[in-house]
């Protein structure tokens, strides 16, 4: 018993962070929690059955804790529906009465909100509200004694606004595996981000989000159901839960802080391989659309790194999940915060045409390259620039040349009379063999160090993931070694290994011939 309680340490103070003002709260309460569960004397036949009592013994004292916290302001609303429609603010003597009913009718839900405006403000007839919302007279009454019972009660009640009401944090939505980015919509939606890290790690109703992120339920609901749809968020008896893994600042900095030497290690092994063999790389001989020591040495890292990644990723035999309608991969949050010890931004994928020459794109925020994704955004693109490598233009179409102009306005394509380049790396089929041949130590190594800091990654993680999550944790935490790449990079950046990319220029993109 006393096992499972320390295991449980951290999972239950991350739910006590996100429901009080400040640490010292958080602490406060979690002792509270612990103390209840050492009364007990239970013996639990699973961790499953330990961890269904703990969440109800903290939902229990965060009640109590909350109640006692809170003063109560009398109000009082009349809960008799009188026989002819008065508007409702004509019923409330206090200008303070009138601002606390505003606050509840921005948290009821759509069927009862639409019930009172109509009936209240609107002064419509019982009946008439029966038809324009396509229910039953005696509903329409009974949904209007409801909502004249859930104002009352709100209104005698001091809501405290969570910290995510005026401290809202942001969250990268990131995918891995064969699908397109589906989530374009939701990268600047704080609303969304705050609705996900708000059900991480309990359920909630739609007025309790409303109360926690500060935002009425009116302006909640498009999002609420575009979350469903999209199977980031899932709906259960009224209460929403969040349905993918996030990688929380708390897990973030312990892993951090916990890995150090792993990302030293790596950074270290680049590093040395670069001074040394710098010559051996250059007589590979491939053709490169930069100059200078710095964008090879970038060049050659980050292929180093990325094929580290595929070698560790090849040993764990991965199959992508088909949780997400449609949708083959896996799908986590990052949460961004400005204490991290270095930009997490990363974007990349490669993609082929028909012959399998394949185009490399990565970008890192910590680098500062340009990103190239508007080239792979269709196939159409992707398939001129791979023409164009194989010097491949004579049978380019005029909608080719379109697109071809643009490319050299974006930087991506130098025009030499009629002669068309590009300004990123190409190798050959037979460069690409010799370049991995050359590097395969180097990558072998990676890979092991990397196995080593995802072991302790997924340890952490679980620990910061809420019940209903931490299978799921446990079977993709190695989703998290794009941080032991991104930051290598910034490693040797700080070592002189790197010095920043200038813009247009394209180290990190390349392309593979066949």
């Not at 039953?136 to 209007?144: A, G, I, N, Q, T």
Request: charged share 25%.
């Amino acid at each position: 018993m006393n096992e499972l309680i320390t295991n449980a340490a951290k999972t239950i103070f991350s739910y006590c962070r996100t429901r009080t003002n400040s640490k010292e709260e958080a602490e406060d309460l979690s002792q509270d929690i612990f103390v209840e569960l050492l009364k007990t004397k239970g013996n639990f036949d699973s961790e499953k059955a330990f961890y269904g009592f703990m969440w109800a013994v903290a939902g229990n004292v965060y009640a109590a804790w909350y109640k006692k916290r809170n003063k109560t302001i009398n109000s009082e609303l009349d809960e008799n529906i009188p026989d002819n429609s008065i508007p409702l603010v004509e019923m409330l003597e206090k200008e303070s009465d009138l601002r606390l009913l505003y606050r509840e009718l921005g948290l009821l839900t759509e069927q009862y909100r639409q019930v009172v405006i109509q009936y209240y403000f609107n002064e419509r007839k019982v009946s008439d509200i029966s038809k324009s919302m396509n229910i039953s007279e005696s509903m329409v009454k009974f949904l209007l004694f409801k909502t004249r019972k859930k104002l009352k009660e709100g209104m005698n009640m001091k809501r405290t606004k969570g910290d995510l009401s005026f401290n809202p944090r942001r969250m990268e939505l990131g995918i891995l595996g064969k699908s397109d980015y589906p989530f374009w919509d939701l990268r600047d939606s704080l609303i969304a981000q705050n609705i996900l890290l708000a059900c991480y790690n309990d359920r909630c109703t739609a007025e309790e989000i409303s109360i926690e992120i500060g935002v009425a339920v009116p302006y909640l609901e498009k999002e609420l159901s575009k979350l469903c749809e999209k199977g980031l968020l899932a709906q259960k008896g009224g209460k929403y839960e969040t349905n993918i893994v996030i990688f929380t600042k708390e897990f973030l900095e312990e892993a951090d802080e916990k890995t150090v030497q792993n990302r030293n290690n790596v950074a270290e092994i680049i590093s040395k391989f670069l001074g040394e063999h710098l010559g051996d790389i250059k007589s590979v001989g491939f053709h490169t659309g930069f100059l200078g020591d710095n964008m090879l040495k970038w060049q050659i890292a980050t292929i180093m790194l990325m094929q580290g990644y595929k070698k560790y990723e090849k040993s764990l035999n991965i199959v992508p999940p088909t949780k997400y309608p449609g949708i083959e991969g896996f799908f986590w949050g990052m949460e961004c915060y400005d204490q991290s010890l270095y930009p997490r931004g990363y974007g990349g994928a490669e993609k082929s045409n028909e012959n399998g020459d394949c185009f490399n794109y990565h970008v890192f925020e910590v680098s500062g390259a340009t990103d190239v994704f508007y080239l792979i955004e269709n196939q159409t693109r992707t398939n001129i620039v791979l023409d164009i490598a194989k010097g491949k233009t004579a049978d380019l179409s005029e909608n080719d040349m379109s697109e071809v102009a643009e490319f050299i306005k974006r930087g991506f394509v130098r025009k030499t009379g009629d002669e068309l380049s590009l300004k990123f790396p190409v190798y050959t089929s037979e460069q690409h063999k010799e370049l991995l041949s050359l590097t395969d130590d180097i990558t072998t190594a990676i890979a092991e160090e990397t196995r080593e800091f995802i072991k302790t990654a997924t340890d952490i993680l679980i620990q910061h993931t809420p019940v209903s999550m931490k299978k799921e944790a446990e079977s993709m935490a190695w989703v998290n070694m794009f941080d032991i790449i991104i930051a290598s990079l910034k490693i040797m950046m700080d070592n002189g290994t790197l010095q920043q990319i200038p813009e247009n220029i394209y180290p990190t993109t390349w392309i593979w011939q066949c």
